[in-house]
């Protein structure tokens, strides 16, 4: 059984900085494409940022040089730092894993950014 716990989530500043992490179980973490997407009421789910399993990073355009994925396969988390955070970030984080057509979730942690 496939577990995506994601952790992290707070009320911050606007300029502030958070952490995400993301503990995985149930797969083998390191063939998987990790990746962090968010989602506000009413609108689609997007994402933010993935790491493949050989290391390679996308960024959404709205987090470039804010936000830094990275992981680690020897605990099989996953993990999001957030700085320079501004009122429009504030969402729900989902943690996903992504390994061929088999796609997992998290349950999502709230970042609020006040202004």
């Known amino acids: 059984q496939v577990q995506l716990v994601e952790s992290g989530g707070d009320l911050v500043q606007a300029g502030g900085s958070l952490r995400l992490s993301c503990a995985a179980s149930?797969?083998?973490?390191?063939?998987?494409?990790m990746g962090w997407y968010r989602q506000v009421p009413e609108k689609q789910r997007e994402l933010v940022a993935t790491?493949?399993?050989?290391?390679?990073?996308n960024y959404a355009d709205f987090v470039k040089g804010r936000f830094t994925i990275s992981r680690d396969n020897a605990k099989n988390t996953v993990s999001l730092q957030m700085n320079s955070l501004k009122p429009e970030d504030t969402a729900v984080y989902y943690c996903?894993?992504?390994?061929?057509?088999?796609?997992?979730w998290g349950q999502g942690t709230q970042v609020t950014v006040s202004s």
């Open positions: 149930g797969i083998i973490f390191s063939r998987n494409t």
């Open positions: 996903n894993a992504r390994y061929g057509f088999r796609a997992s």
């Open positions: 790491i493949t399993s050989g290391g390679i990073i």
